[in-house]
T-cell receptor, first 115, second 115 residues
């Protein structure tokens, strides 16, 4: 069985301040890791993903996440947030095994940027 | 490329009514998924399909049926709607597992209210 835990359901942050959204997972097999973002009244969009290689992955809009296998974590960070980052962020995992292509999502973290 | 589209965007049903949600993708993806999103619960997988003519149960399949008669379409049916099925429904699609991992592409969602 797999599970994803996002401990913070809501994170308020002042504009231009740094932010970290936490994600921990549990799995008996190797996994791929994803962060998806959902802007108000929209569907989910892929923000970044870790498949293999460098444990630090980056998105085009300044977010980064680091895969830490020993701590089973994939925290999302941004050094300086903007109003446009207001959204809900979902961490997800998927087994590496071929034939088991399902995502397990966390419950989401709502990021609110305070002007 | 329209990506993943969903019809309708909004719907209000009375208890006991039936309806079908349509998902279409133009990316030639093998895999398609139906999720429901409820506050504080993240996304939960209802049913999924690994190819034309195939379907499988996800985490919360009760009260729903699906069909995948064409590769590009995935239908979600509610035979007798209940208030507990009030939710936002998302469709997603993905390639076969491989270099992409299980990167899923989401539609804009259908907001369903059952009175």
């Amino acid at each position: 069985a797999q599970s994803v835990t996002q401990l913070d359901s809501q994170v308020p942050v002042f504009e231009e301040a740094p932010v970290e959204l936490r994600c921990n997972y549990s799995s008996s097999v190797s996994v791929y890791l994803f962060w998806y973002v959902q802007y108000p009244n929209q569907g989910l969009q892929l923000l970044l993903k870790y498949l293999s290689g460098s444990t630090l992955v980056e998105s085009i809009n300044g977010f980064e996440a680091e895969f830490n296998k020993s701590q089973t974590s994939f925290h999302l960070r941004k050094p300086s947030v903007h109003i446009s980052d207001t959204a809900e962020y979902f961490c997800a995992i998927s087994p590496v095994d071929f034939g088991n292509e399902k995502l397990t999502f966390g419950t989401g973290t709502r990021l609110t940027i305070i002007p | 490329n329209a990506g993943v589209t969903q019809t309708p965007k909004f719907r209000v049903l009375k208890t006991g009514q039936s309806m079908t949600l349509l998902c279409a993708q133009d990316m030639n993806h093998e895999y398609m998924y139906w999720y429901r999103q409820d506050p504080g619960m993240g996304l939960r997988l209802i049913h999924y399909s690994v190819g034309e003519g195939t379907t499988a149960k996800g985490e919360v399949p009760d009260g729903y049926n699906v069909s995948r008669l064409k590769k590009q379409n995935f239908l979600l049916g509610l035979e007798s709607a209940a208030p507990s099925q009030t939710s936002v429904y998302f469709c997603a699609s993905s390639y076969l597992q491989g270099a992409q991992g299980n990167t899923q592409y989401f539609g804009p969602g259908t907001r369903l209210t059952v009175l």
